[in-house]
């Protein structure tokens, strides 16, 4: 693990702060929009992530240079899913690897919430309804792709990389989850999905349906 996993959720030496929103559309004149996590972060190690990163604290570096106001990044949502995926995205890119998410299985969105190297959560500047149903129904495949998927938009590669050397370097097709196989082959957008790094999961993705699909339509 990365050394840098001890600076997860570590408040001492923080100097910014990453909010993770919630848009949720109700129907005309009804969207709403819920800050569900606060966590402190690291300009430093983000920046050092992603390139999107770095210039957003670079912008906020040269509007503020005068206050003395920790800047926040800010990553919107839209499915209460992508919560912890948002959240994971973050930690992985502290711990380096996505790797002690898959150890812990289904209990990966607990896992997510504590300081690396612990195996219990807590709230952290959670959102309770963010770390409920949805999050616990969130096993690790599922959080490993909807990872994937905010990885790429926000230019994380080394957090996107992790994500599928998880899948397709653990999973054979006919372990990965319904669900999963569904999300790789339909949520992943275009530019992704025709990327070389994710050819083998989404190869996997179809003969995890396609064994499916024979099975059922077998007399």
């Known amino acids: 693990m990365s050394r840098l996993a001890s600076a997860w959720l570590n408040s001492e030496y923080a100097d910014a702060e990453a909010l993770i929103t919630l848009h949720e559309t109700g129907g005309e004149l009804s969207d709403t929009c819920l800050l569900v996590a606060r966590l402190p972060v690291h300009r430093l190690i983000l920046a050092a992530a992603s390139p999107y990163f770095a210039a957003l604290f670079e912008r906020w570096a040269q509007r503020h240079h005068d206050t003395c106001e920790r800047p926040a990044c800010v990553l919107h949502v839209t499915a209460p899913e992508d919560v912890p995926a948002a959240v994971a995205l973050l930690r992985c890119c502290y711990t380096g690897t996505f790797e002690d998410l898959v150890q812990s299985g289904s209990s990966a969105p607990t896992l997510l919430l504590a300081p690396a190297g612990h195996n219990k959560g807590g709230t952290c500047g959670i959102d309770a309804a963010s770390s409920g149903p949805a999050a616990a129904a969130t096993c690790w495949q599922q959080l ?25 370097g653990r999973l054979f097709a006919h372990q990965m989850e319904w669900e999963c196989a569904m999300a790789a082959l339909w949520l992943l957008p275009e530019p992704l999905a025709h990327q070389q790094m994710v050819a083998p999961l989404r190869r996997m993705a179809q003969v995890r349906i396609a064994r499916d699909a024979a099975g059922t339509a077998a007399p």
């Open 144 to 168: 490993a792709v909807r990872t994937l998927v905010l990885a790429d938009r926000l230019d994380v590669a080394g957090v996107a990389e992790s994500c599928v050397s998880a899948l397709s």
